[in-house]
Structures are given as C-alpha cells and as structure tokens.
C-alpha cells in the first residue's frame, strides 16, 4: 500500500530554516517522481518542487527557487525539503506527492500525483 507522511512542520522565525521529510512506504520512492506543495489559508494549492526518478533532475517554483531544495534519501526511503531564508509567505500546510507512472520529468502540477501525504503545517512568524 503506498504511502507517504509528512513530518518537521514548525513555527519558524523569518530567516530561519527548516527541514521536512517525506518518508514513503508501499512502494521504492527512489523510482518515481516525487513532488512537494502547499497551500495557505484561502489560496489554491501551490507546487514548489519535484525530482525526478533516479534523481534524473529537479524542478522549483519561481517563489521558492533559490531558497529550496529538494533531495532523497534512499536508504531511508525519504525525501526532503529544505527550506531556507523562511518568509511569512511561506506559511502554509505542505504537502508531498508521488506518482507510480515513470514520468521521464517532473512537473508542478497536481495533476501528475496519484498519491499525497497528510500535510505538515509550517509557520513562519516573528
């Protein structure tokens, strides 16, 4: 059965950086692109960043590029992001996604995931 759980949502002061992890279980994360959104309070829910299969590339939303990275750990089955140079616009319940069809690339739309995690809440407030 695959699924994923989010963890390491926090209140952060801006600036501040923050990890979270993804960890998959049913299925070998390292196969499949994986993506990560989020949405805030009253907005649509927002891709800001994907890898590919076998690390094959990565992709990241224009608010977020340069700030976050997204990377696996695949003798943990996990995937990551980190977050760094927090602002309060990132505030935001985040999300990770897969897809079990093998993508040569990724994307930031939701409609390329099949399957979500939960969410973690991540608060960026001084």
């Known amino acids: 059965q695959v699924q994923l759980v989010e963890s390491g949502g926090a209140l952060v002061q801006p600036g501040g950086p923050l990890r979270l992890s993804c960890a998959a279980s049913g299925f070998t994360a390292a196969y499949y692109a994986v993506g990560w959104f989020r949405q805030a309070p009253g907005k649509e829910r927002e891709g800001i960043a994907c890898v590919t299969k076998n690390d094959g590339g990565s992709n990241y939303a224009d608010s977020v590029k340069g700030r976050f990275t997204i990377s696996r750990d695949n003798a943990k089955n996990t995937v990551y992001l980190q977050m760094n140079n927090l602002e309060p616009g990132d505030t935001a319940v985040y999300y990770c996604?897969?897809?079990?069809?093998?993508?040569?690339?990724?994307?930031?739309?939701?409609?390329?995931?099949?399957?979500w995690g939960q969410g973690t809440q991540v608060t960026v407030s001084a």
């Open positions: 996604a897969t897809t079990l069809v093998m993508f040569r690339n990724c994307v930031l739309s939701q409609s390329q995931y099949e399957y």
